[in-house]
């Protein structure tokens, strides 16, 4: 008995994304019962339909297919990132079509397939077909087939980049599909920000791998940012932040800068400053100002850093943190590292618990100020500070301008 003929249109979504599969679509309309005149004339040009149009087809085209006696029959093919790796987008492109092609050919037994139609001229051949494929270019907008096939491979894919958008939100998956947009770009800083999706083989991501990850050191004077500077430098991309607000006098602040910066130089590490801010320092120890220092008064001071500094970080998308504060013999370590959680809990920071004073690190910076002769200061830095020289009532009745 002569079988009925059909053909079968074949395309595919996401060989550009960064980040998940490439799927296929191949799909075909039931050669005699026609399915509704309108949905064909809607297909005229896939890529010109809005996205609300498009879903509204992708539905209307499902919705066909699982008719008792089906008016459209379709098969999808999804490879994912993994194998995109492996064997390279062209042959994972192809992989993609196959699956879809050997699903379609289970549900299509029934007919004659006379041509499998495919956009664009990648020219594979399929050793599922008896006759190789053909090609045509802009192919969706000049055969029904894989207009259709186009449709539903481009809606299949986004949603399940949507899915994805609600397991890793931050890339915006949902409304760029793993494409590479400023977004998304802006979210790879290092490599600890391409996730089980991304596409490893391709050049950005690639890039992204292969550099070291950003971390901001936050910087109280150079004596003790020296150790940690040359530690860190050798695992991440480091940038320093010096913020040291209410060092007085400002003649000791401007000495202390100066000293940071030689050893940022010495180093080759970028550095940022911070502000001056006497006055906020006041604010916020008020009532506490003559507390002994490493009580009260000092967790007030530690704290200002490293929210400053944890805000900055997050500002510049930059995940790893730590500070120089612990350098100093002087500083409580567990009250840091406890200020250190609280401020990375906002904006899923990740700081550095490393007591770089410990295994001989405060000898190690002694030794270096002086080969380098960098200035070491005798005081912490504010007027109540224990052997802060002069009267500290003084310099606060001068209003604290330093
Ligand atoms: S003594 Fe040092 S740590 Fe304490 S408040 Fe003054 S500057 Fe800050």
């Not at 890529?47 to 459209?72: H, N």
């Amino acid at each position: 008995m002569k079988r009925t003929k059909i053909k079968i249109g074949i395309d595919e979504a996401g060989r550009g994304p960064w980040a998940g599969p490439v799927v296929a679509c191949a799909l075909g309309f039931h050669p005699e019962n026609k399915p509704a005149k309108d949905l064909l004339e809607r297909l005229n040009d896939s890529k010109k339909l809005t996205e609300k149009k498009r879903e509204r087809l992708y539905s209307e085209l499902i919705e066909l297919s699982i008719w008792e006696a089906p008016q459209v029959f379709f098969g999808v093919g999804v490879v994912d990132n993994y194998m995109i790796d492996e064997i390279n987008i062209a042959q994972a492109n192809k992989e993609a079509m196959r699956r879809a092609l050997v699903e379609i050919q289970r549900k299509i037994s029934q007919f004659e397939l006379t041509s499998v139609v495919i956009d664009g001229r990648d020219n594979y051949e399929f050793e599922e077909l008896k006759q190789p494929p053909l090609y045509i270019v802009w192919g969706d907008a000049k055969v029904k087939e894989i207009g259709a096939a186009s449709i539903i491979a481009k809606v299949f894919r986004d949603k399940l980049m949507a899915q994805y958008a609600t397991l890793y939100p931050q890339y915006g998956f949902a409304t760029n599909a793993g494409y590479g947009t400023q977004k998304h770009k802006q979210k790879l800083q290092s490599p600890n920000h391409i996730i089980g999706i991304h596409r490893s083989s391709y050049k950005p991501i690639k890039e992204v791998l292969g550099k070291k990850p950003k971390l901001l050191l936050h910087v109280c004077c150079g004596p003790d940012a020296t150790v940690p500077l040359m530690d860190l430098k050798k695992d991440y991309d480091v940038t320093a932040f010096w913020y040291d607000p209410n060092i007085q006098p400002k003649k000791e602040y401007d000495k202390r800068m100066h000293a940071f910066a030689k050893v940022c130089d010495i180093e080759w590490v970028k550095w940022i400053e911070g502000e001056y801010d006497v006055k906020n320092f006041f604010k916020r120890i008020k009532w506490l100002e003559h507390t002994p220092e490493k009580w009260e008064k000092c967790t007030e001071c530690y704290d200002m850093r490293l929210d400053r500094t944890a805000k900055l970080a997050r500002e510049m998308w930059i995940t790893y943190w730590t500070s120089t504060l612990n350098t100093s013999p002087h500083k409580d370590l567990e009250k840091m590292f406890a200020l250190w959680e609280k401020n990375s809990l906002r904006g899923n920071l990740e700081f550095l618990k490393i007591a770089f004073r410990k295994n001989g690190g405060f000898q190690r910076s002694v030794d270096y100020t002086k080969e380098h002769n960098i200035y070491r200061q005798d005081y912490c830095g504010c007027v109540y500070s224990d052997t802060f020289p002069g009267n500290e009532r003084k310099w606060a009745k001068k209003g604290f301008s330093g």
